[in-house]
């Protein structure tokens, strides 16, 4: 059974930092790309950053140079960095990991979440 355990969210003030966990256990194998995602109050969920074992990431527009995504592929571990945070971040942060177990087919697998709350 695969489990990704999050850490990391709380409440912060505007222009401070955080920074988001997430480890994959269980025996996934595979992983890739391993990603984080955000559902602010009343709105979808969006991607926010993704990477691929390679080292190739990928940012939503609104957090290109105050987010940074990174991973451990020894620890099956993804991180988020995320800076200068605005209100508008205030979010439930969401780790998502796209791999597969045995010879089963690839799927995507989620996190339970992490509030993150940007707010004076």
């Known amino acids: 059974q695969v489990q990704l355990v999050e850490s990391g969210g709380g409440l912060v003030q505007p222009g401070g930092s955080l920074t988001l966990s997430c480890a994959a256990s269980?025996?996934?194998?595979?992983?890739?790309?391993m990603s984080w995602y955000r559902q602010g109050p009343g709105k979808q969920r969006d991607l926010v950053a993704s990477i691929y074992s390679t080292g190739i990431t990928n940012y939503a527009d609104s957090v290109k140079g105050r987010f940074t995504i990174s991973r451990d592929n020894a620890k099956n571990t993804v991180y988020l960095q995320m800076n200068s945070l605005k209100p508008e971040d205030t979010a439930v942060y969401y780790c998502?990991?796209?791999?597969?177990?045995?010879?089963?087919?690839?799927?995507?697998?989620w996190g339970q979440g992490t509030q993150v709350t940007v707010s004076s």
């Open positions: 269980g025996s996934i194998s595979s992983i890739n790309p």
């Open positions: 998502n990991v796209n791999g597969r177990v045995g010879s089963g087919v690839r799927r995507d697998y």
